[in-house]
């Protein structure tokens, strides 16, 4: 069987509903200091950019205790960080799959990046949840998986979602 990948994939005009490994060491004024993980991402992103589509990346960072409030767990830095990789603004959803996350999927056109909040402040993400992976599938045509480093874990984003 032969291995499709997201260049082989037609996404003009469509939603990639991209799983990144995202999970990068933050210091303690929350800045990342080592981005290696976000540009390793960047040639999956750049690709369905570059073909007129549109990207929603969702990934985990750290293990949170449920407070979706606590910065230090926060994907919010990885978007500026992104942002400047690629020389273009991208967006950031302060939830995964509430009203600011809707709103900015809805508002997201071809050529733009949007990333969710950190899936694990969901519990949804950990339990495998059929219901929440079903809200992030909702988001997008096409489903790719970029994160390797995280395929043996059972989260809903990783095995329900697909």
Same mark, same amino acid.
């Given at each position: ?50 073909r007129g589509g549109r990207v929603i ?12 409030? $606590?910065?230090?767990?926060?994907l919010k830095p990885t978007a500026a960080?992104?942002? @400047?990789?690629?020389?273009? %603004?991208? +967006? /950031? &959803? ?15 056109? $071809? ?12 519990? @949804?993400?950990?339990?495998? %949840?059929? +219901? /929440? &992976? ?29």
């Open positions: 069987m032969a291995k499709k990948t997201i260049e082989n994939v037609d996404v003009a005009g469509k939603a990639v509903l991209m799983r990144v490994d995202f999970n990068v060491p933050l210091d303690e004024n929350l800045k990342i200091t080592d981005d290696r993980r976000v540009r390793m991402a960047l040639p999956s992103i750049q690709s369905v950019l570059q990346l969702m990934s985990h960072l750290g293990r949170p205790t449920g407070d979706a409030g $606590d910065a230090k767990y926060s960080c992104l942002g @400047g990789l690629l020389g273009q %603004d991208v +967006a /950031f &959803a302060t939830d995964t799959v509430g009203p600011d996350a809707k709103a900015k999927v809805a508002a997201l056109k $071809d050529g733009q990046v949007l990333i969710l909040e950190n899936l694990r402040f969901n519990a @949804g993400e950990k339990k495998g %949840d059929a +219901a /929440f &992976a079903g809200e992030l599938a909702a988001f997008a045509d096409i489903y790719c998986n970029d994160a390797f480093g995280t395929c043996h874990r059972t989260d809903a984003s990783m095995v329900a979602v697909p």
